[in-house]
RNA sequence: GGGCGUAUAACUCAGCGGCUAGAGUGCAGUCCUCACACGACUGAAGUCACAAGUUCGAAUCUUGUUACGCCCACCA
């Protein structure tokens, strides 16, 4: 009885199949207690803005590869899965969608707001997670996490309150970039600079007491109506003099000092620069140093405000028309330049963001930074593969600035402060309101009130911790004595700074050590014309659509197979009027290709299982069963070392090569006759199980629901169980040498399978005989021993060995494989110009060949310094060349 | 202004001191062989961007040049 598959694989079917069965059955939900050494991972949490693209299916494919490797490798592994709030981004949808309804976010109020957040939040994480379960991530789902979630939120507030303790985190008025749409300060990494062709207006200052003047330029003239201060290089000779005197500023004729600053450039415009401290980053700095005044010009929404003069109560832009007429009709307009430069703009808002003078929370962050850099340089930790990230993370973290951590937005995590009504006290930090009354009574008497504070953190900063908040922290339990800290983090780069830093400064804070040991930075996923992928383009390719037409195994193995130098990015061609991409069909083609040889093999195995046929036998085995289970180790071997190393990308390559080539083409074609002869067919069935479940188990990482389709298929298991927790290979236990002589058979092989399309032969018809011939003893014993697979793979009825060449060369055609004469006698004449052009092709290419390495060996140099086994490896070489060009020079000198 | 990456077959990419520089796709030829036409076999296709250097030996290391791409930075 055998058992009869559909000849096409469906990942259809089999996929969610497999996915449901995982879940339920627990094997990614490991116990704290477990034995094992521990392998622990978390899932950088997608936003809960929408649904999943590319770049997710990338980052997140990659770790799940190295997760299932470890977990199979005997490791205690836990990859926990979970969703980011993002704060500013949900915010900014909901906001959007109000403004559509006519409505704001002031207009519904704080609580129907969050309610409408929510209600987003949940559709969208179930999209993700769903999306998640597609691709057959191996995470454990029964831990999941939210950032906004009760315990994480616990996080939060526990180490907002202890910085707040420590003076790491303090309130404060500093310029801030101010996003005019969604009225919330941003971080500075949340502003994209983007090229602008504007104007740099000259605007002529009178020197009071004088009859000088200074020229100051500036791109953003509006702001002078803030200026409280001129700053000139104190190195400067046009200026120096004036270091100490006052300029009448016009508009608003207000009196300003003329300071010395050496942060101003020399040769930059007019050398003198006005200064507006409360709308300028390098302004409000100098004015710092100086003392100057500061002015805020500006409303949240955009406007100027009282302190902008005559132009109180206009939008900004309309400021900047309305001052350059004002100084053009009163003559302290001296030029206007063309001038391209580069403004900041808000990334989440799309409007150019304003420095603006406010109250905000901020984080400082530099012994936090100093601490990580301490822990980088001394003890590689995070390890950053590949290695060149370590760099930029490094370069970060000693640029960093304190860290602004107030979002005037309502979906987020609400700063756990409470300000005492009427009185200019610090702010009552603590868990909930019961206990700031409580401590507000202490120490400002029965009868104060208190006001919560309006702003919720940065989204990062509950990013920051999620290392050690997944795990249960603050609280000591036991998933986090046994999984902290993590492994490996899995990210792309341009999240070092973001993300990375912030976990590893918070987590060395709170934790006293490194969040993991191991950072993989992936590139981009690109779009067919190179193109990064992103959603303001359009060009973003669903994973789904290519989930649905090739399969999700046949996407993995793209996206990881097309990874090689870690990091590098990542190309998917993509048809789009088609929906097809020829990387994932030849993916798809190879899962295929595995379906269709697993199937040859169950259909020989009389329903037996590996285990009642128990292992090939060593001394039972012929030539190409040791080939074919030398290869399988070797293979083996290559990818634990290659998976080690983070070499996903060349590991799929090299286990293509072994499946396709070896089993497959060369292995697999010569079991079939072996399996209808009865003395051979049970070792041959025992190899062939053998050789399937280890290769099955090689492929698991990458294709996991194929390989466990395929799996339970050939063992049967009698309770439920799953490929995904067997033993993966390590190709230790019998360290055999890949038999030579077979490579030569091949060689044979394919010199007849040419020479049979030279003379145009069709791929079944069988030709009467081949002649062989050598010179060497050894290798004719070697051919001799090969016979039988010579004659099935090249389809030939007879084999004559011999020393030395015989026969009409006109009636043959001839080629030669390393020092064998392979000659293929035909019925007719063979044309004779065509095989001389042919054979003489051959003949230049060895001559140039024997040339180079003649060349080589005449080289004293060479013989003197290089390895004595490279100069005698290049001997052997040579003469082998030598002999082969020998054979073909008889052969073309027969032929004439 | 600093820093990083990439340039190899028509296309997408491997190889990163010593294999006759490889794969997939595409192309050409022969075949629907009882696992697979999502397949088998065979073939054609490359000044390894350019230049100089190091080395016995360079696609591979160094320097420079060119082209493309990215990151960071307070020249108003």
């Known amino acids: 009885m055998t058992r009869t598959l559909p000849s096409q694989y469906d990942p259809f079917d089999a996929e969610p199949r497999w996915q449901r069965f995982w879940e339920e059955h627990r094997f990614y939900t490991p116990a704290a207690d477990d034995p094992g050494e521990p392998f622990s991972i978390v899932l950088p949490p997608p936003n809960v803005t929408g649904s999943l693209h590319m770049g997710h299916a990338l980052c997140f494919t990659l770790p799940d590869v190295v997760v299932r490797y470890k977990r199979m490798k005997g490791f205690k592994t836990l990859w926990i899965p979970g969703t980011d709030h993002a704060s500013i981004a949900v915010h900014t949808l909901i906001e959007k969608a109000l ?32 999306q998640l379960r597609r691709l057959g991530l191996s995470l454990d789902w029964t831990r999941e996490c939210f950032t906004l979630d009760e315990q994480r939120s616990r996080a939060v507030v526990t180490v907002f309150i202890d910085l707040f303790k420590k003076g790491l985190i303090y309130r404060g008025k500093y310029l801030v970039n101010w996003c005019t749409a969604s009225q919330t300060a941003v971080s500075d990494l949340e502003v994209d600079e983007k090229e602008v062709k504007g ?23 509006e702001t002078m109506l803030g200026d409280t201060g001129i700053a000139v290089n104190p190195a400067d000779p046009r200026y120096r003099h004036l270091i100490g005197r006052e300029v009448l500023l016009p508009i608003m004729n207000r009196q300003i000092p003329i300071v010395g600053d050496p942060a101003v450039e020399m040769d930059f415009g007019s050398g003198a620069v006005k200064v507006t401290p409360a709308h300028d980053q390098n302004d409000f700095e100098i004015g710092e140093r100086h003392h100057l005044q500061l002015i805020n010009l500006l409303n949240p929404d955009g406007t100027y405000n009282e ?58 962050v530099s012994g936090m930074a100093e601490r990580a850099l301490k822990a980088f340089d001394e003890e590689q930790l995070p390890t950053f593969v590949p290695e060149r990230w370590g760099k930029v993370y490094r370069d970060w973290l000693i640029r960093l600035r304190p860290w602004c951590i107030s979002r005037q937005l309502w979906w987020g995590h609400r ?230 190393r983070y070499a996903l990308g060349e590991a799929a390559r090299t286990l293509y090569e072994f499946i396709w080539d070896d089993f497959c083409d060369w292995y697999v074609e010569l079991a079939k006759p072996r399996l209808e002869e009865a003395s051979t067919r049970r070792v041959t069935q025992q190899v062939l199980a053998y050789v399937l479940d280890h290769l099955l188990r090689l492929l698991h990482p990458w294709m996991p629901h194929l390989s466990e389709e ?88 007879a084999l004559h060995l011999s020393e030395q060449t015989e026969g009409d060369l006109k009636r043959v055609a001839a080629g030669v494989t390393g020092t064998v004469q392979v000659l293929l006698p035909l019925a007719g004449l063979v044309d004779v110009e065509e095989l001389s052009t042919k054979l003489g092709r051959s003949l230049d290419k060895l001559k ?26 290049t001997r052997t070489k040579l003469t082998e060349l030598e002999a082969q060009a020998a054979l073909l020079q008889e052969q073309l000198a027969r032929l004439v």
């Open 99 to 130: 403004r559509k309804e006519g409505t704001s976010r002031f207009g519904l109020g704080r609580e129907k707001f969050l309610e409408r957040a929510w209600a987003w939040k949940d559709q969208s994480h179930g999209e993700i997670t769903g």
């Open 199 to 221: 104007h740099l207006w000259h605007l002529r200052y009178p020197v009071i007491g004088s009859e000088e003047s200074l020229v100051v330029a500036t791109t953003r003239p």
């Open 307 to 364: 302190n902008a003069g005559p132009f109180a109560g206009q939008d900004r832009f309309d400021v900047r028309k309305g001052v350059v007429q004002l100084a053009e009709e009163a003559g302290w307009l001296v030029k206007t330049e063309d001038y391209t430069h580069n403004v900041p703009y808000s990334e989440r808002g799309g409007v150019p963001v304003e420095p603006y003078l406010s109250d905000q929370w901020f984080m400082n």
């Open 415 to 644: 700063i756990p402060a409470w300000h005492v009504v009427g009185q200019s006290v610090p702010p009552i930090v603590t868990t909930d309101e019961i206990s700031a009354y409580a401590e507000a009574h202490k120490l400002y008497g029965p009868d104060v009130k208190l006001e919560r504070d309006e702003d919720v953190l940065d989204t990062w900063f509950s990013s920051g911790l999620w290392p050690f908040s997944t795990l249960g922290w603050p609280d000591q339990t036991e998933d986090f004595k046994a999984f902290y800290p993590n492994s490996l983090m899995s990210t792309g780069f341009d999240i070092i700074f973001f993300w990375v830093a912030r976990m590893t400064m918070l987590s060395g804070e709170f934790t006293g050590q490194s969040p993991f040991h191991t950072v993989y930075i992936n590139g981009l996923v690109r779009d067919e014309k190179g193109q990064k992928m992103s959603k303001s383009k359009g060009n973003g390719i669903d994973p789904i659509e290519l989930m649905d037409r090739y399969g999700t195994d046949a996407l993995r193995y793209t996206l990881v197979r097309e990874v090689t130098g870690a990091g590098q990015d990542v190309r998917i061609d993509y048809n789009r009027a088609k929906k097809e991409s020829n990387a994932v069909d030849a993916s798809k083609r190879f899962a295929n290709k595995i379906w269709n040889a697993s199937r040859f093999v169950l259909m020989k195995l009389d329903d037996l299982t590996p285990v009642q046929l128990g292992a090939p036998e060593p001394e039972h085995l012929d030539l190409p069963a040791r080939w074919i289970l030398a290869r399988l180790d070797e293979t083996s071997r290559e990818l634990n070392t290659l998976l080690d």
């Open 710 to 797: 395929i799996w339970q298929l050939l063992h049967q298991p009698q309770q439920a169980t799953s490929i995904s927790i067997q033993p993966y290979p390590s190709g230790e236990a019998t360290p055999q040498t890949v038999p030579a002589t077979f490579a030569l058979m091949q060689q044979v092989v394919r010199t007849i399978r040419n020479l049979r399309a030279f003379a145009q032969v069709p791929p079944l018809q069988s030709v009467p005989e081949v002649l062989l011939h050598s010179a060497n003893p050894e290798e004719r014993t070697a051919l001799e021993s090969t016979r039988d697979y010579i004659l099935y793979l090249g389809r030939v009825e």
């Open 848 to 873: 140039s060949e024997t040339a180079t390495l003649q060349g080589r060996l005449e080289n004293a140099d060479y013989i003197q310094r290089a390895p004595a086994e490279k100069v005698a490896e």
